[in-house]
């Protein structure tokens, strides 16, 4: 995926967005960790216990949790989003059939590891910024 990041950083239409990227949350101090979703316009990450974090977004945050699994998890609640005048976006496996490339969605080794193309990764960051 840092591939996918890097080469979507140097696109001219994401020329004024910051992508920060955090490898693993265990590494950082709570503090760090609340700084990190309070600054965030919208937060893009592996489904997982970090979500947690989602507490100290500020209103109108979007939220794309990505993964191979089909099940939304608790974050996607839509009445949580709408308590925070969020929204939350699942993005998982592919179909066979989207061959086009039109949906964003991973592309799955197993369950724990996943790719994107960088038409994917576009169409859900463009997706996760469009609020």
Same mark, same amino acid.
């Given at each position: 995926? +840092?591939?996918?990041? #890097?080469?979507? *950083?140097?696109?001219? *239409?994401?020329? !004024?967005? #910051?992508?920060? %990227?955090?490898? @693993?949350?265990d590494d950082l ?5 609340a700084r990190t979703?309070? +600054?965030? !316009?919208? &937060? ?14 500020? !209103? ?5 949790? &990505?993964?191979?699994?089909? #099940? ?12 925070? !005048? ?9 179909? +066979?059939?989207?061959?086009? +490339?039109?949906?964003?969605? #991973? %592309?799955?080794?197993?369950? @724990? ?19």
């Amino acid at each position: 995926m +840092e591939a996918i990041i #890097t080469e979507a *950083k140097s696109l001219d *239409k994401y020329k !004024d967005v #910051t992508f920060v %990227v955090v490898k @693993d949350f265990d590494d950082l101090s709570v503090a760090h960790q609340a700084r990190t979703f309070n +600054e965030a !316009d919208a &937060v893009v990450m592996v489904h997982g216990q970090h979500m947690a974090n989602a507490i100290y977004a500020v !209103d109108g945050t979007s939220f794309v949790g &990505v993964g191979c699994s089909g #099940t939304v998890p608790l974050i996607g609640n839509p009445r949580f989003m709408e308590l925070m !005048d969020s929204s939350y976006k699942h993005v998982s496996k592919c179909k +066979e059939d989207n061959e086009d +490339e039109t949906e964003a969605c #991973t %592309v799955c080794q197993d369950d @724990d590891h996943f790719t994107m193309t960088l038409l994917a990764f576009e169409k859900m960051i463009d997706d996760a910024m469009a609020k």
